[in-house]
């Protein structure tokens, strides 16, 4: 069983920047971030393979973020630049199991328990 654990979500003014990190137990897996807004779906934002070779972003968050892991750590991250009130929802990490990454949220099989962004205007 792969456990995801979530933090550096908050609060933060339009322009600004919040680091998110996502520690998992277990082995080395794909992981990607995925975000839901109130009354929303759950979307897509980024993932990165279980190597660092690929990475994929959500168009409407590319050249403003930015995913990366460290696999000694077992931890990736989320560098989020140039907040948006749109980018306001609760990020979740997710793990599947594989080398590569992926846009869908059903070929994940873990998930953490997320982590608020709230980012004023």
């Known amino acids: 069983q792969v456990q995801l654990v979530e933090s550096g979500g908050g609060l933060v003014q339009a322009g600004g920047s919040l680091r998110l990190s996502c520690a998992a137990s277990?082995?080395?897996?794909?992981m990607g971030w995925f975000r839901q807004a109130p009354g929303k779906e759950r979307d897509f934002v980024a993932t990165?393979?279980?190597?660092?070779?690929?990475?994929y972003y959500a168009d409407s968050v590319k050249g403003r973020f930015t995913i990366s892991r460290d696999n000694a750590k077992n931890t990736v991250y989320l560098q989020m630049n140039s907040l948006k009130p749109e980018d306001t929802a609760t990020y979740y990490c997710?793990?599947?199991?594989?080398?590569?990454?992926?846009?869908?949220?059903?070929?994940?099989?873990?998930w953490g328990q997320g982590t608020q962004v709230t980012v004023s205007s």
């Open positions: 997710a793990a599947r199991v594989g080398r590569k990454g992926s846009y869908y949220s059903s070929d994940y099989s873990y």
């Open positions: 277990g082995r080395t897996y794909a």
């Open positions: 990165i393979s279980s190597s660092s070779d690929s990475t």
